[in-house]
């Protein structure tokens, strides 16, 4: 017996499918699986092959409908079944990759590797098969409400759902053309040499002092010296250009944390890895979860997307994790355009065409729409700037290596130590923070990625030359990345905070590092403690879930600000914010905030960032004016972080001294605070009367919204859910406990395994069976061997292939 795939090719602008055969005879060709009572599949074959055939047979059954919608969210193929008004969003995203990169990649891995995609594709195909036979029971809903009929899936299509909802999504944030847009604003408001030290403070290259996951006897390095002042192009780029990035009135996305303890700290255990990946809420969830027994694997966790490696669990000797890194491996290069032919563009003095090709979109109930991707030697165009004789490519290190990271990981997955681990981790082109613990009780972690060495001058906020004086100079190799193994201090723990000494800080407008973090919370409560167990750690979900990440930074403030205040009103104030623990619940579940502490500093942060920036950022102000805070209006899509601004006002309240430009233009900051104080008192007595007692604000939910993340619909609009109270926490949690008994791994996957809705409206048992377990702060256990897998079935299939 043979199995086969299908490799796809272009050629010369033609697409050619390529049989590829893989050797099978007897049980080779089975695949067993295996169902938990939550739903959660286990499976076992002999083969890679069979492995990912019996993945793509089980999350098919699951969710096929978010995965179809993944796969054409990712491609740019979403017109084809939801209509003109995504042609925009279609363009947008197939100029960002290179399909023929990926095929070739695919084309060229190792047999068994590229039997991961081959054996996924397949099992998925299988299952529609099935579908297709049986579609008044199988057909998931969400089909007939959309009016389309699922495609089969190859190993292409496999292999962009992780590139597009990891690699371009993670690995692909850059503000630099809205970051020149700000510059310009800045300078008409202040005037250049000003406007440079105000930019310097809101997106800094670096903050010695901001806290680090690595301490700094154990990565000692500095960070290299800053770049000389950038030559700006004219005309600056308008505010027109900050359109590409999120919206300023909307909080920016809260990424994902972690907690470690090893054999030194952790008490009753000898190891413990918690993991929080904030990725946002969603139905169905972001992540699935599987368990793979075979052909080298014997695993169980859970993956953003049914990804082939599971970035979330633990085999029989090690566990592992991950948080975004947020290392800035993109470079906006500006190039110089022929006026007599705008498709050339100049690089090393000499005119070099573009590079070309011709997209098709397929548009429901419209025709076709043709238009052209344009790449230089930099990258794919990002702005074509006819008018101003300009264009502007994206220069990325991972391009090429999209493949090789995914694999990567994947194989991270199978090793039994830390060098066998770290090994593959040096794979990984992605800013991704990977994190280790093992059944020995030793914990590490490093920071990947590939990262560009910049040559002098070039500063990697805003646009580069184009013109081949401001190239890399090559790649950082491996080595120099940050990696720690067993801290002294027996713990390690990030909030997407500053991976170590000498890290250059992010480069967005909306994203960076400062003396202002949130993971000082989970750092206070971690050196608070000589040991933890693996219930204490658990405990620190629902601590930081509640917590004010922004209030330690500002409240001595407002304590020292009316000291010499003669309004009692305003002392009882602060010294009820000075008792507060920034926590913001609500015990007696009556729909609002506890606290009036809460209702006071979250109207307080608003008036002190206005109060402090407006007056020097002008028209930028409002991409700097939040604080984040989520409303019932306006819920959190995935949590809170410290905003940019915030950090920039909490920095000069810190560090007065290295601030080159003084926001507080010479006036005490208490004087600022107390006016901000004064100002929200009022405006709450107003609202709510003169009683603190009934300072409460309404509650803001957590929403699992039917839309993914780039906004396509992943499931009908009647399937939203939401818990009435938000949480800063992950959009799973997952906790591993190493001790002398063995392994015990536990999960939360709101709101369930299962998304599959039947065609009469019927839901699977596992559709949102994990939602109040979640709001409960509960988990459930997962099962690693074949013994627990046996003994907690639900159902088992065989499959032949």
């Known amino acids: 017996m043979k199995k086969f795939a299908v490799v796809f090719l272009i050629i010369t602008g033609l697409l050619i499918t390529v049989p590829l055969t893989y050797a099978s005879s007897g049980p080779e060709n089975q695949v067993v699986i295996k169902r938990d009572q939550y ?464 890290v250059l800080n992010p480069d967005m407008f909306w994203y960076s590092w400062s003396k202002a973090d949130r993971i000082e919370c989970l750092f206070d409560a971690l050196k608070s403690r000589e040991q933890l167990s693996a219930d204490e750690v658990w405990s620190l979900i629902k601590m930081s879930s509640f917590i004010d990440v922004n209030a330690r930074y500002f409240i001595p403030l407002i304590s020292k600000a009316v000291e010499k205040s003669s309004d009692e009103k305003l002392k009882s104030v602060a010294a009820m914010l000075a008792e507060w623990d920034f926590q913001s619940q609500d015990r007696d579940g009556d729909g609002k905030y506890d606290e009036a502490a809460t209702a006071v500093f979250r109207t307080f942060l608003p008036l002190m960032l206005q109060y402090t920036l407006q007056d020097d950022l002008g028209g930028a102000f409002k991409f700097f004016a939040s604080p984040g805070y989520p409303t019932p209006e306006k819920p959190s899509g995935s949590g809170l972080n410290i905003q940019i601004g915030t950090k920039a006002v909490a920095e000069a309240i810190l560090d007065p001294v290295s601030q080159a430009y003084d926001f507080f233009n010479g006036r005490p900051p208490e004087e600022i605070a107390l006016k901000a104080l004064t100002d929200a008192v009022e405006g709450l007595e107003k609202k709510f009367g003169a009683d603190m007692s009934g300072w409460r604000l309404p509650l803001a939910p957590v929403v699992f919204g039917p839309n993914n993340f780039l906004n396509i619909p992943q499931a009908a609009k009647s399937e939203s859910m939401k818990l009435a109270a938000g949480m800063n926490r992950g959009t799973e949690n997952n906790m591993i406990v190493f001790s002398q008994g063995g392994i015990v791994a536990y999960e939360v996957t709101p709101p369930g395994q299962s998304g599959f809705v039947a065609p009469d409206g019927s839901k699977s048992p596992h559709y949102d069976d994990q939602l109040t377990m979640y709001a409960d702060f509960r988990k459930k256990q997962i099962w690693l061997s074949e013994k627990d897998v046996e003994a907690h079935k639900t159902s088992e299939i065989v499959l032949n292939y």
């Open 39 to 502: 739903g959660v599949p286990h499976v076992y074959a002999q083969t890679t092959y069979g492995i990912f055939y019996g993945y793509g047979y089980s999350i098919a059954q699951d969710r096929l409908f978010q995965m179809e919608m993944a796969r054409r969210g990712g491609q740019g193929l979403t017109a084809e079944v939801l209509g003109e008004k995504y042609i925009a969003f279609d363009k947008k995203i197939r100029a960002n990759y290179n399909p023929a990169s990926i095929l070739k990649q695919l084309k060229d891995l190792p047999e068994d590797d590229r039997a991961v995609f081959d054996g996924y594709a397949a099992g998925i195909n299988a299952w529609i098969k099935e579908i297709r036979n049986n579609p008044d029971k199988l057909k998931p809903k969400q089909f007939l409400d959309f009016g389309f009929e699922p495609q089969d899936w190859t190993p292409f299509d496999v292999a962009m759902v992780f590139v597009g909802s990891m690699v371009n999504r993670f690995g692909d944030f850059n503000t630099e053309l809205a970051n020149e847009a700000i510059l310009n604003l800045l300078i008409k408001q202040l005037g250049e040499a000003k406007a440079r030290a105000v930019f310097d403070q809101l997106i800094p290259l670096t903050v010695e002092g901001a806290p680090t996951t690595i301490p700094a006897k154990h990565w000692p390095l500095k960070t290299a010296a800053a770049p000389a002042p950038q030559k700006m192009f004219r005309p600056l780029l308008a505010l027109s250009d900050i359109k590409t990035v999120q919206n300023p009135d909307q909080p920016h996305q809260a990424f994902s944390n972690v907690i470690i303890v090893g054999k030194k700290k952790a008490k009753g255990a000898l190891s413990i890895l918690m993991n929080g990946p904030q990725f946002g809420w969603y139905n169905p969830s972001y992540v699935y979860s599987i368990g793979l027994h075979g052909a080298g694997f014997n695993l169980v966790g859970n993956t953003p997307f049914g990804y082939p490696v599971i970035l979330f669990g633990h085999n029989d000797r090690i566990a592992w994790g991950s948080t975004w890194g947020a290392g800035d491996m993109i470079d906006v290069y500006r190039e110089k355009l022929n006026p007599n032919n705008p498709t050339e563009y100049l690089f090393k003095d000499s005119w070099l065409p573009m590079e070309r090709r011709i997209e098709t979109i397929k548009v429901k109930g419209a025709p076709d729409v043709q238009f052209i991707v344009y790449r230089t030697i930099h990258g794919p165009v990002m702005k074509l700037d006819i008018k101003n004789g300009t264009a502007y490519a994206k220069k990325r290190t991972w391009e090429g290596y999209e493949l090789d990271t995914l694999l990567g990981w994947m194989h991270t997955t199978k090793a039994a130590g830390f060098q066998e681990w770290l090994k593959q981790t040096g794979r990984s082109a992605l800013n991704i923070n990977m994190y280790y613990a093992d059944l020995e009780g030793n914990i590490g972690y490093v920071f990947t990625g590939k990262y560009p060495k910049r040559p002098a001058g070039l500063d990697n906020r805003l646009p580069a030359s184009g013109a081949g004086d401001q190239e890399w100079v090559g790649l950082a190799p491996f080595s120099t990345n940050p990696r720690v193994f067993n801290p002294e201090q027996g713990f390690i723990s990030n909030w997407n905070n500053k991976p170590a000494n000498g």
